[in-house]
C-alpha cells in the first residue's frame, strides 16, 4: 500500500494553496449559515474565474495534475458586445 497522496489529493492542495486568503477568512466566521456559505462559494468560484483568465499558462492546473484540458468549443476569436447601460 502506497503512502503517496493521490492526483485528487494534490488537486485539493493546489487550490486551498490557491484559496487560502478565503480559509483564513472563514476561520473567523463564528457563526456559519446559507448566506454565509453562498457567500463563499461565490467568492471561491470568482477566485477560480480569475485566475484562469490571468494564469501564464491556460490549463496548467489540469495538466500539472494529470486532467485533460476540457475543450472549450469554440470556433475562432469570440466577440462580446458589452450593453452601454
Do not use: Q
Request: charge should be negative; glycine fraction near 8%; charged fraction near 30%.
Amino acid at each position: 500500500m502506497s503512502n503517496a497522496p493521490s492526483r485528487i489529493d494534490l488537486l485539493e492542495l493546489d487550490i486551498d494553496l490557491r484559496v487560502a486568503d478565503l480559509w483564513r477568512e472563514a476561520a473567523d466566521v463564528h457563526e456559519w449559515n446559507l448566506d454565509v456559505v453562498a457567500a463563499f462559494i461565490r467568492a471561491a468560484y470568482g477566485k477560480g474565474y480569475c485566475d484562469a483568465l490571468t494564469e501564464d499558462s491556460p490549463g496548467a492546473l489540469c495538466l500539472d495534475h494529470g486532467y485533460r484540458i476540457p475543450d472549450r468549443g469554440l470556433r475562432g476569436p469570440r466577440l462580446v458586445e458589452r450593453d452601454a447601460a
